[in-house]
């Protein structure tokens, strides 16, 4: 009889080769302790990445996985998940490598609806080529290819989920394991592709870029955190609150141990409309939000696909390759 499984069973024999202090380190450990946690044998779980620093991730964790090419992750997923759908697909990206090169694929994974796990570690950089300003880079970041300050408006990878349509879109960040593991399960539990965008801190290029936001002594004022069918409050007493006011979030004070006029979370609302506003929320002007924005049912790809080639089947048979092949126009090329 196997034994069950352990954080160990998931640590391989690779040198982790990450700088030290990365916040990619916090993140391998809630996922090597997250996995023993999910009930899949290691040998039905997979972790296919892209290229950059946290592209690295399929060499650490000792189960199946691909190391592939800039940006293509999503695409190899997909191949794999229409072929062999009963496995545990996990994506690892960056915010350089999953919104720049690799944004059109990324995108279309979430519109189809593939089972997948996304996990898109956003540090604001460029790391592996050495800190240049990359898609969610802050307006006026001073980098090595923006020396006199970016202009670009910067994505917002949540409301880029939202927008392709994704099913379940949650945020996380690399100070809090807790957090991280069980956001992490819950887009395990979720059937279809599941988007998680985690705060990750670069020690070499931009350190502390989310130290306002996520830091010890700050965080309760600037962090709220989302629990469906539960008010949105935040705050060292929780005096603080969040309300829908002519579509858009206001913040509001509360009176101790009062609630009232704090906006109640939903992820489970049809449209996307209210986790776009939440997604939206930048500090200082609001807090951010920590968890599940959305967490809806869809059509899977996998299944659909599966479905019309089931009618196909019935309706014109199994099919041949090679009639297939010589049907229609030949020619030989002498």
């Given at each position: 009889?196997?034994?069950?499984?352990?954080?160990?069973?998931?640590?391989?024999?690779?040198?982790?080769?990450?700088?030290?202090?990365?916040?990619?380190?916090?993140?391998?450990?809630?996922?090597?302790?997250?996995?023993?946690?999910?009930?899949?044998?290691?040998?039905?779980?997979?972790?296919?990445?892209?290229?950059?620093?946290?592209?690295?991730?399929?060499?650490?964790?000792?189960?199946?996985?691909?190391?592939?090419?800039?940006?293509?992750?999503?695409?190899?997923?997909?191949?794999?998940?229409?072929?062999?759908?009963?496995?545990?697909?996990?994506?690892?990206?960056?915010?350089?490598?999953?919104?720049?090169?690799?944004?059109?694929?990324?995108?279309?994974?979430?519109?189809?609806?593939?089972?997948?796990?996304?996990?898109?570690?956003?540090?604001?950089?460029?790391?592996?080529?050495?800190?240049?300003?990359?898609?969610?880079?802050?307006?006026?970041?001073?980098?090595?290819?923006?020396?006199?300050?970016?202009?670009?408006?910067?994505?917002?990878?949540?409301?880029?989920?939202?927008?392709?349509?994704?099913?379940?879109?949650?945020?996380?960040?690399?100070?809090?394991?807790?957090?991280?593991?069980?956001?992490?399960?819950?887009?395990?539990?979720?059937?279809?592709?599941?988007?998680?965008?985690?705060?990750?801190?670069?020690?070499?290029?931009?350190?502390?870029?989310?130290?306002?936001?996520?830091?010890?002594?700050?965080?309760?004022?600037?962090?709220?955190?989302?629990?469906?069918?539960?008010?949105?409050?935040?705050?060292?007493?929780?005096?603080?609150?969040?309300?829908?006011?002519?579509?858009?979030?206001?913040?509001?004070?509360?009176?101790?141990?009062?609630?009232?006029?704090?906006?109640?979370?939903?992820?489970?609302?049809?449209?996307?409309?209210?986790?776009?506003?939440?997604?939206?929320?930048?500090?200082?002007?609001?807090?951010?939000?920590?968890?599940?924005f959305r967490a809806v049912e869809g059509p899977v790809y996998e299944d659909e696909l599966e479905r019309q080639n089931q009618e196909i089947i019935a309706t014109r048979g199994e099919g041949d390759l090679e009639t297939l092949l010589a049907s229609g126009d030949t020619w030989v090329i002498g």
């Amino acid at each position: 009889m196997s034994h069950p499984l352990t954080k160990k069973d998931f640590v391989s024999d690779q040198e982790v080769k990450w700088c030290p202090g990365c916040g990619d380190y916090a993140i391998l450990a809630a996922i090597q302790k997250t996995m023993p946690e999910l009930g899949v044998p290691k040998e039905d779980i997979v972790f296919i990445s892209g290229i950059g620093c946290s592209s690295r991730f399929p060499y650490y964790m000792n189960t199946y996985g691909f190391h592939t090419i800039h940006g293509r992750a999503p695409a190899l997923a997909t191949g794999l998940a229409i072929s062999r759908p009963e496995l545990s697909i996990w994506v690892v990206t960056g915010d350089g490598d999953g919104l720049s090169i690799g944004g059109n694929h990324l995108i279309h994974a979430m519109r189809r609806n593939l089972n997948l796990n996304i996990l898109l570690f956003n540090n604001q950089t460029y790391g592996l080529t050495k800190g240049q300003y990359s898609p969610t880079s802050r307006k006026k970041t001073v980098s090595k290819s923006t020396p006199f300050g970016s202009i670009d408006e910067p994505f917002n990878p949540v409301q880029v989920a939202l927008g392709a349509g994704a099913t379940f879109v949650a945020r996380t960040y690399d100070k809090d394991q807790k957090h991280m593991s069980e956001v992490f399960r819950r887009a395990h539990e979720h059937r279809g592709c599941s988007f998680v965008e985690i705060y990750q801190n670069c020690v070499i290029f931009n350190d502390a870029v989310f130290e306002g936001t996520i830091g010890k002594d700050v965080r309760s004022d600037n962090v709220v955190y989302l629990e469906n069918g539960k008010p949105l409050v935040y705050g060292k007493t929780g005096h603080r609150g969040l309300a829908v006011e002519d579509f858009e979030m206001k913040t509001l004070d509360l009176p101790e141990g009062e609630t009232t006029g704090a906006f109640v979370h939903r992820e489970d609302i049809p449209s996307p409309a209210y986790a776009t506003m939440l997604g939206s929320l930048r500090n200082p002007e609001f807090p951010e939000p920590m968890g599940v924005f959305r967490a809806v049912e869809g059509p899977v790809y996998e299944d659909e696909l599966e479905r019309q080639n089931q009618e196909i089947i019935a309706t014109r048979g199994e099919g041949d390759l090679e009639t297939l092949l010589a049907s229609g126009d030949t020619w030989v090329i002498g």
